[in-house]
């Protein structure tokens, strides 16, 4: 069979490498990388299962296909379980071994095209992560804004990215090897605002026992970073409005002006046209920031980027913590699919972190994801919803029971009369639920009923 399969293969115009043994496989998969291996379950030294896990172990993204005569439930679903990519029973014909080894191998290669654009968007765009319709449009207007000249206002909710979106602005443009100054106008105290972006000069006040340079001129050459520009002080917002018209700046206490070339990025959280009109915000300095404005999208606003932020923070602090943390189970994914998010990627992001640090498994479960995401439904947003073919009602609020029945238990430590009282149920009304259940309700199991 295998030389068979060796002639087919080559024929079929594949380079094809041929082992009769675990150990010689081994060898071979050490020695170079395979797009595809197909490998016997039951063999001299070993089984194709450790084929199987050498292979995934270095190069994930090859495909494997075991064949067997010796077909068992529970080998197909090891199989699967460590990442193989078929499971085919012999005796089998070439035209079926043709088509499964096509598929197999267009798999592998759109998961290395995959991660191929995916690390050419981090390289293009820093640490900004997301292939979602509206963080495309981010992307395009990053490049077409990036190696202009003029002012940009980032605005977006807390924790949408917005000092990464500068990162990535000034990473692209002519101004690259320059410095990136960042600063969050919010955490400087009004009195120093002034001396913290232009400086000031020995003697200028008590304290100032020699000249230093503020942010502006910090920043020459290169980029400077506003972040939550609304809350600078409208004294300032005057000084501010100036420099940037001027592109001249004064320390505090000289008498002569220090030209500067920075270019300002702003970022807010706030609707700065509103403040315009509120009179809190200058109108003459939010069009001199606003010549291009982006919009970073909140993260409920873009759920297909939630699976691949995971990944990406999954990988993050695995390598942080030299954990081996692989990802998370489809029940704790679905709970992070279905959270609203108030702070967006930095919450994300924390999550995350909470999560490996606190797991001892390879694969996350629940278990390990705050209270408001695992035991929450989503904010704003029902349990459930029916979609055209539509779905068993009673299974539905049967699951959701259960679920609640379980939290209860959880929140009293299997104390089954205080459970009752957290549903607001007597307790011969818990115990039949928790015994349709399966969860143990009988009553010669129950050592709290006296209580």
Same mark, same amino acid.
């Given at each position: 069979?295998?030389?068979?399969?060796?002639?087919?293969?080559?024929?079929?115009?594949?380079?094809?490498?041929?082992?009769?043994?675990?150990?010689?496989?081994?060898?071979?998969?050490?020695?170079? &990388?395979?797009?595809?291996?197909?490998?016997?379950?039951?063999?001299?030294?070993?089984?194709?299962?450790?084929?199987?896990?050498?292979?995934?172990?270095?190069?994930?993204?090859?495909?494997?296909?075991?064949?067997?005569?010796?077909?068992?439930?529970?080998?197909?679903?090891?199989?699967?379980?460590?990442?193989?990519?078929?499971?085919?029973?012999?005796?089998?014909?070439?035209?079926?071994?043709?088509?499964?080894?096509?598929?197999?191998?267009?798999?592998?290669?759109?998961?290395?095209?995959?991660?191929?654009?995916?690390?050419?968007?981090?390289?293009?765009?820093?640490?900004?992560?997301?292939?979602?319709?509206?963080?495309?449009?981010?992307?395009?207007?990053?490049?077409?804004?990036?190696?202009?000249?003029?002012?940009?206002?980032?605005?977006?909710?807390?924790?949408?990215?917005?000092?990464?979106?500068?990162?990535?602005?000034?990473?692209?443009?002519?101004?690259?090897?320059?410095?990136?100054?960042?600063?969050?106008?919010?955490?400087?105290?009004?009195?120093?605002?002034?001396?913290?972006?232009?400086?000031?000069?020995?003697?200028?006040?008590?304290?100032?026992?020699?000249?230093?340079?503020?942010?502006?001129?910090?920043?020459?050459?290169?980029?400077?970073?506003?972040?939550?520009?609304?809350?600078?002080?409208?004294?300032?917002?005057?000084?501010?409005?100036?420099?940037?018209?001027?592109?001249?700046?004064?320390?505090?206490?000289?008498?002569?002006?220090?030209?500067?070339?920075?270019?300002?990025?702003?970022?807010?959280?706030?609707?700065?046209?509103?403040?315009?009109?509120?009179?809190?915000?200058?109108?003459?300095? *939010?069009?001199?920031?606003?010549?291009?404005?982006?919009?970073?999208?909140?993260?409920?606003?873009?759920?297909?980027?939630?699976?691949?932020?995971?990944?990406?923070?999954?990988?993050?602090?695995?390598?942080?913590?030299?954990?081996?943390?692989?990802?998370?189970?489809?029940?704790?994914?679905?709970?992070?699919?279905?959270?609203?998010?108030?702070?967006?990627?930095?919450?994300?992001?924390?999550?995350?972190?909470?999560?490996?640090?606190?797991?001892?498994?390879?694969?996350?479960?629940?278990?390990?994801?705050?209270?408001?995401?695992?035991?929450?439904?989503?904010?704003?947003?029902?349990?459930?919803?029916?979609?055209?073919?539509?779905?068993?009602?009673?299974?539905?609020?049967?699951?959701?029971?259960?679920?609640?029945?379980?939290?209860?238990?959880?929140?009293?430590?299997?104390?089954?009369?205080?459970?009752?009282?957290?549903?607001?149920?007597?307790?011969?009304?818990?115990? *039949?639920?928790?015994?349709?259940?399966?969860?143990?309700?009988?009553?010669?199991?129950?050592?709290? &009923?006296?209580?």
């Amino acid at each position: 069979m295998r030389e068979i399969l060796t002639i087919f293969l080559k024929k079929e115009g594949h380079d094809v490498t041929a082992c009769s043994a675990v150990a010689e496989a081994t060898a071979k998969i050490q020695e170079r &990388e395979f797009e595809l291996v197909i490998t016997d379950l039951r063999m001299p030294d070993g089984t194709g299962l450790d084929v199987l896990r050498q292979v995934k172990e270095r190069r994930p993204e090859t495909q494997v296909i075991i064949v067997t005569a010796f077909a068992t439930m529970e080998n197909a679903v090891e199989a699967m379980r460590l990442g193989a990519y078929d499971y085919q029973l012999k005796p089998f014909k070439l035209n079926e071994i043709r088509l499964v080894v096509q598929n197999a191998l267009e798999k592998g290669a759109l998961i290395r095209e995959n991660r191929a654009l995916k690390k050419r968007l981090q390289q293009r765009q820093g640490a900004l992560v997301g292939k979602s319709a509206a963080m495309q449009r981010v992307y395009e207007l990053i490049d077409k804004v990036a190696k202009a000249k003029t002012n940009i206002i980032v605005a977006g909710e807390s924790g949408t990215g917005k000092e990464l979106v500068a990162r990535a602005i000034h990473e692209q443009s002519e101004r690259a090897k320059g410095p990136f100054i960042a600063v969050n106008c919010g955490a400087i105290p009004e009195t120093l605002v002034e001396s913290e972006f232009f400086g000031y000069k020995r003697g200028a006040f008590t304290g100032a026992v020699q000249d230093k340079e503020g942010l502006f001129e910090a920043a020459d050459g290169g980029t400077l970073f506003l972040d939550e520009v609304g809350e600078l002080p409208q004294s300032m917002q005057v000084k501010l409005l100036r420099a940037l018209q001027e592109r001249m700046i004064k320390r505090v206490g000289a008498t002569d002006q220090k030209a500067v070339d920075v270019r300002v990025i702003a970022a807010t959280n706030r609707d700065l046209a509103a403040e315009v009109k509120a009179g809190r915000f200058r109108e003459d300095l *939010y069009y001199r920031l606003n010549v291009i404005a982006i919009r970073l999208p909140p993260l409920r606003e873009r759920k297909d980027d939630i699976a691949i932020l995971v990944e990406h923070f999954v990988q993050k602090f695995r390598a942080e913590q030299q954990k081996d943390v692989r990802g998370f189970s489809p029940d704790a994914l679905r709970l992070l699919l279905d959270h609203r998010f108030g702070g967006n990627v930095r919450e994300l992001e924390n999550i995350v972190e909470r999560a490996v640090t606190l797991s001892d498994a390879a694969i996350m479960g629940a278990n390990v994801l705050p209270g408001e995401v695992s035991h929450a439904a989503p904010s704003g947003a029902p349990f459930v919803s029916i979609d055209d073919a539509g779905f068993s009602l009673e299974k539905t609020l049967d699951a959701m029971e259960r679920r609640l029945l379980e939290e209860a238990l959880a929140k009293t430590g299997g104390k089954k009369k205080k459970a009752a009282t957290l549903l607001g149920l007597t307790f011969r009304s818990l115990r *039949y639920r928790l015994e349709k259940h399966g969860l143990g309700g009988g009553a010669a199991e129950e050592s709290d &009923e006296s209580e």
